[in-house]
């Protein structure tokens, strides 16, 4: 089941990656900043949704495959980590925060490989703190990559400052969790 609509979405976030980095290396003559801004963040957005969607429709469809559960999480840290990257160069996001957020996502897809390698994957399953630390992420990246006021109410650099140190908070519990979970079979691999 390589090539299934549901995987199809999934690899849309992957290429959508160069787009939203691409837009703000367009020309101001083609976009103001405040139109590169939105149109990053509608980009983001949309394709941040068919994270949702690509699950519903593989249970739906009963298109579920190895390799779509595979790429499913792959596609999400490449675009939050791309992303993430491109407020820091726009001096959105501090630095510190991308190193938190960025080391925990290979600190742990290295970690689950191995649990998953040594049959003990189910310790370092998916949790809720996990789908907290994403849920942050994905809404402050939009905040950010929008930089400006909302609907004339929300100041969405302030916001999306304090989401993302959130997030960052999330993200060292998160990974503290996985890896104390993950412990007892370290503890029984080093004897």
Known sequence: MFMTIPTIMTWTRIFAIPLIVGVFY???SMASGAEKNLIATLMFVVFAATDWLDGYLARKLNQTSSFGAFLDPVADKFLVCACVLVLVHLQ????????IIIGRE????????WMAQIGASKSVAVHMIGKLK???QMVAIPFLLYDGMLF??????L??????WGAAV???WSMVYYLQKALPEIRARAR
């Open 26 to 28: 367009l020309p101001d």
């Open 106 to 113: 290979i600190a742990i897809s290295a970690l689950r490989e």
């Open 152 to 157: 004339g109410l929300i100041d969405t650099h």
């Open 170 to 172: 999330l993200t060292v």
């Open 92 to 99: 959105r996001a501090d630095a510190f925060v991308a190193l």
């Open 159 to 164: 916001w999306g400052f304090w989401l993302i």
């Open 134 to 136: 994403t849920v942050s």
